[in-house]
């Protein structure tokens, strides 16, 4: 994304509780040396007969189960075979006789090699605590159908850090799931209802059109180096204000990979150099949230406790949305808890989809269009039109942006904010004439942010509020028609996982049955 947008923005253990008083029970040698007083084993004892206590399985008495029964234990206290079953109220599954488990009943079309499952299984012996959501099932339901924005904030919410992101750009896990639920929770196309935090952000009427900003204008910065931006250069201008007033430590935007030309990745500017070599827009997420682990950054970072660090985020309104949830909550997010907390100012992007970066530079238009990513020195999105331009400026497409849909993230169809209602500041370039920006100030901090760079700008008022509003009225009639459950700025902030697989459903959880 860099650090300016437009219409289509930027970028593309602990375990658990058993629940009851009962536990696994079976003879020990040392409950049976307790009794005898003895502390070594009789030259008496043979495979069939005991006098020092120590277990012989002719002898030992079955184990007692109080009518209950001891899932996977046979009665004499072996472990059978794992099966693929809730286990008998209040009693523990987990018992080892050093063997390894043998796995049968497995649902049809389950691999357990997959780390989801073979994570799980590995705890299928643990008895589960009710109301808990996994990381598997948020890959089932969002993942793995597709559905994922790529913003990062089950990365960011994840309070074990067992969450990180594949070579596919897509979140995976890495170490055992918790079924803490908060990835779930805070996912926008999972547990999080998104249109619910716009009210909690801006109030009631931040719901009605465009939202309900303090003041919209057309700007651009007055200055040379706005040629490297995009548009007219404003979000670059109110960043480099705000480092300037000593008001943020860093701004975390977006930059171009050294390895892979027009791929985003997540910097974090401290100086204005960095946010002017680092100017324009790219088409692909970075799964920003998941990128403020400060630790990270710590060589770019003064030398003061966390705490007191002030930082800007730049994102698409996804991201925002994300973002604003984690803050409203006091759980700890470990690696990422001081970023999310550091975040002081957010600027919106507006969008209406962002692009899986292999299939747009890859198959769309190095293969299809013979356009190497590596020959392209600027894009933009103008008037429904992808333009393309060669690094000396000259245009070499200029292509309905319909086109390109199936290189776009699919689960930006269910997306209803194009101008970012959760943002303090919202820039675009809908509703303004060329090289200039529109401006949407949200909030009192993005009025202050607005106010620190008037001295810079070049702005009257926004020219055409009418074209940003039918532009995010056409956004929320395609995400009324994508998302398959209700849309209701009212309900609940969070979704559970049972109401999303009845309206979703997913292949082990269809429509009828939810979870």
Known sequence: MGTDGEDNAHRFPHVPDTGGDSSPMRATPGHARAETGRTGRDDRCSSDTCTCGEKTRDVDQPVATDGAGVANVDEMGDLGDLEFTEPAEGVSQDVDDGAPDTRVGVPEGVDLETPEYSIRSRMNDIETPDEKTWFMELDEAVIDEGRCIQCGTCVAACPSDSIGVGDDDLPKLVKMCTGCSLCWDFCPRGGLRYERQWKITGGDDNVKGAGDPITEFSARVDEDWTDAAQDGGVVTGILASLLEAGEIDGALIATESDDEPWKAE?????????LLANAGTVYNQTLALGNLDLKRWEHKLPDESWDDLSLAL?????EIEGLRALQDFEWDYQDQNEGIRAVDYTIALMCTKNFNYYSLMGEQLAEQRDIPPAEIGKMDVLHGK???YDHGGELILEEDIGNFHDAALKGCDECADFTGFCADITVGSVGSSDEYSSVIVRTEQGLDAWERTVPKLDYHDLEDRSAVGKLQGWD????????????DPDAPRFIEYTDHAENYGTATNPHDQGR
């Open 266 to 274: 997540s910097f974090l500017a401290t100086t204005t150099e960095e």
């Open 314 to 318: 730049v994102g698409t309104p996804c």
């Open 476 to 487: 929320k009639k395609k995400a009324f028609e994508s998302l398959a459950r209700p849309f």
């Open 386 to 388: 992808l333009l393309v």
